[in-house]
């Protein structure tokens, strides 16, 4: 109990100081307080947006879209990832076109998904998959290539056919990258989905929320939907990639906790 | 018939400056339920040669006969025990280890755990059935993959050196494990080492290699009782016998 | 074919772009989409010479580039030691990491609005996106090496007499210098999207972002497609020329790591 206690109060003593902070700045600062309002005005509209269901709805329009999207980037990029891996000629024409699409942000495609699928739904989520693929590829690909050769030759030499050697040695001895692979994607997949319900006038979600409170210099309400941002982003790495890894490659000792 | 047999196997790789020949002209057989050792230095080839038995690497000439037949690739009839400690797979606790090949073939869930079971009991690992192998030491890890390499009953069991990468101690009590695991299943061993003192105390017959390329130099037969004692006079005579083969010209 | 291993992956290179050309221009001519949408190849190309002539193109990558070296050196003077200090001392790490975890995952230009609100469109709110985006990297990846620095080589130097300045700078530094330079490059990676995204958004007239978005209001797909092709040479281009020369010139000079060939 007390333990606990005191691990609470370290977790929360950084925030504390960076409220003081931000308090002392809002007060002798040289922003106006509409700009830069104080931490009492934050967590009064914080409060305010959730308790008439707007700041949810916007979150769950949000999230759903980014697991659809992000699920869709996923399975395509470890399938492609995997044979790219395993199939000789699959590296050397995918690998190319790999390298030079990674680094171009996946926001740069938004205009052509928009100019092609419309407005909505359909180009947002296809974007969000599309942009998280890639690092899930590159994981996966260099996953695939870190399979130790013993396990395959073990295997082998047990008489596995290929497509058990996939599923039973090659996926489980490549997924400690899978999975960084994975957590990049999803990261990829957050930043752009953002940035698109920002730019192409979605009528909900939290980029819309961000970016509609600008009209009204709204700076709170900015300040409350980055929180929410920033808060569904942590509870997806603790709640989903911790345990995953937890109970998969942490368990297995091939990974250090 | 010989239980397996090597027929003239002549092996080269190749590299920048043409074909480097690491085996020539290889022949000997193995008889049914005898434990064969293949000693030599280092680089003598004595890993591509079980590479070749494996059937992961294709002679140049020559062919291995299993029961009178060629064998081509890779199968069931043969397992393998590596060197390395990492060949576990670290996904699988020891007993699902154990049961991979059974899988491969088949084998119903009830049994397989079963049969793992028993194995695993014979190397005197049943109570560390559901542990991962990170969590087992390296002399437990190579008794799993021992019981992994004879669960799913291949003809033959082939060894790499299995022991090279333990602590003394380790060595001669796996050694002592070995010999018993091997009266217990009756199976025929081919058992690559470098090391003399083990082959004597392990063989009933050992193959001497010598290097570049490699060829057979010698084979002696070991008839001394088990368990050997490897401070009798009649074990370092034999000791030396081999040592001198290896040695001479 | 006297070097195969060179001629290998360029061969494959060559196809590869060759294949996606082909897809692209077929695609292109396909009528699936409005021909205005799907510019064929000869006029992306068109399109770069174009804007290569009159020196817009130029002009344009400058603006992108000053904003995220000026971003990028800002959050490595600010996240470097902030990193380092963590790896080394307990409580400053407890102090970080729960800051860290609940900003990092918040995507830069989330902050978009809020920092026009503050600094105005132009290249202050540009640069700070950019600095903001491109520090949490570096944080962490300064954190991790240095907490991967093996014991033994600062026991080795604490024998040998080193104080705690010298162990930093003779030790630790160049101990955790592979995730240190992982750290830039995923910082790069980083501004370069808030980059992007902050141009697109705090519309300044300049900067290859800019001219995407602003080629979409006019439905200039051909320029939008060349900027998109700059970007992908110029990603490409620092992490052949920059990131792999630092990397072959010091970690992987010392067998820390396995440099990427060529």
């Known amino acids: ?257 | 018939m010989h239980h397996l047999e090597l027929r003239s196997i002549t092996f080269e790789y190749a590299t920048a400056d043409g074909p480097l020949t690491a085996l020539r002209e290889l022949s000997f057989a193995v008889e049914p339920s005898e434990f064969l050792c293949v000693v030599g230095q280092s680089g003598c080839g004595k890993t591509t040669l079980l590479n070749v038995v494996a059937g992961f690497l294709k002679p140049t000439r020559g062919a291995v006969l299993l029961g009178g037949k060629p064998v081509t690739g890779k199968g069931f009839d043969r397992g393998i025990v590596f060197q390395d400690f990492a060949q576990l797979f670290p996904w699988r606790t020891a007993q699902r280890n154990v049961e991979f090949g059974l899988e491969m073939k088949g084998v119903p869930r009830a049994e397989r755990e079963e049969v793992a079971l028993r194995f695993l009991r014979l190397v005197k690992l049943e109570k560390f059935a559901r542990s991962y192998p990170h969590e087992l030491s390296g002399g437990m890890q190579q008794r799993v993959a021992i019981a992994r390499a004879l669960a799913y009953n291949p003809a033959v069991l082939l060894m790499d050196e299995p022991f090279a990468a333990l602590d003394a101690l380790t060595r001669e009590e796996m050694q002592r494990l070995l010999v018993d695991v091997w009266r217990e299943t009756k199976k025929t061993v081919i058992y690559v080492t470098h090391n003399v003192a083990e082959a004597v105390y392990l063989a009933d017959r050992i193959v001497v290699l010598t290097p570049h390329p490699g060829t057979v130099k010698a084979q002696v037969r070991i008839a001394m009782p088990r368990p050997r004692d490897t401070l009798s006079v009649e074990f370092l005579e034999c000791q030396r016998e081999v040592v001198g083969h290896l040695g001479g010209r | 074919m006297r070097h195969p291993g060179v001629v290998r992956p360029i061969l494959g290179t060559v196809c590869s772009f060759g294949l996606a050309a082909l897809v692209w221009e077929s695609f292109a001519r396909s009528g699936l989409f409005a021909p205005a949408l799907t510019p064929s190849v000869v006029a992306i190309g068109a399109a770069l010479g174009r804007m290569l002539l009159d020196g817009t193109l130029l002009r344009h990558v400058l603006y992108t580039l000053y904003r995220i070296l000026a971003g990028l050196a800002l959050a490595a003077a600010v996240g470097l030691p902030i990193g380092m200090l963590m790896g080394r001392f307990r409580h400053v790490e407890r102090f970080f990491i729960p800051l860290v975890s609940v900003l990092s995952p918040i995507p830069s230009l989330a902050w978009v609005p809020v920092f026009i609100l503050w600094f105005g469109l132009g290249n202050t709110a540009a640069i700070a996106l950019v600095f903001y985006a491109a520090t949490f990297p570096i944080i962490l990846n300064a954190w991790t090496g240095v907490r991967s620095v093996s014991r033994l080589w600062i026991r080795a130097a604490e024998a040998m007499g080193a104080d705690e300045r010298v162990l930093f700078q003779k030790v630790v530094l160049p101990g955790s210098m592979p995730f240190v330079i992982t750290g830039l490059r995923q910082a790069f990676a980083r501004s370069w999207i808030a980059v992007v995204g902050g141009e697109m958004i705090a519309a300044t007239s300049w900067g290859l972002g800019w001219v995407i978005f602003d080629s979409k209001e006019f439905l200039n797909a051909d320029v939008m497609m060349a900027s998109l092709v700059v970007i992908g040479i110029l990603g490409l281009a620092f992490e052949r020329l920059i990131f792999q020369a630092i990397e072959r010139r010091t970690v992987g000079l010392w067998g820390m790591v396995k440099a990427v060939a060529g």
């Open chain 1, 1 to 257: 109990m007390r333990r606990a206690l005191i691990s609470l109060a370290e977790v929360v003593f950084p925030f504390v100081v960076v409220g003081i902070l931000w308090q002392a700045f809002h007060l002798l600062g040289p922003f106006p307080p509409k700009l830069f309002p104080g931490v009492e005005t934050i967590v009064s509209t914080f409060v305010r947006l959730v308790g008439n269901g707007i700041l949810p709805v916007h979150a769950l329009t949000t999230i759903l879209r980014l697991i659809v999207g992000f699920l869709l980037g996923a399975v395509l990029g470890v399938v492609a990832g995997i044979v790219m891996g395993r199939y000789r000629w699959a590296e050397d024409l995918l690998v190319p076109v790999v390298s030079v699409g990674n680094p171009i942000p996946g926001l740069a495609y938004a205009p052509l998904f928009v100019i092609w699928f419309g407005l909505g739904n359909l180009p947002a989520v296809l974007l969000v998959g599309f942009a998280a693929a890639f690092p899930v590829v590159v994981n996966t690909w260099t996953g695939v290539k870190a399979v130790k050769a013993i396990w395959i030759r073990a295997a082998e030499s047990m008489g596995a056919p290929e497509h058990q050697l996939f599923r039973k040695v090659v996926l489980p001895g490549a997924l400690p990258y899978v999975l960084t692979g994975l957590r990049l994607g999803l990261a990829r997949a957050w930043r752009v989905l953002v940035a698109v319900e920002m730019l192409t006038s979605v009528s909900v979600g939290l980029g819309w929320l961000i970016f509609g409170a600008r009209e009204f210099l709204n700076t709170d309400v900015m300040l409350a939907g980055i929180a929410v941002i920033g808060c569904v982003g942590l509870a997806l790495e603790k709640l989903v990639f911790q345990k995953l890894e937890e109970f998969t490659v942490v368990r297995w000792g091939m990974m250090a906790r």
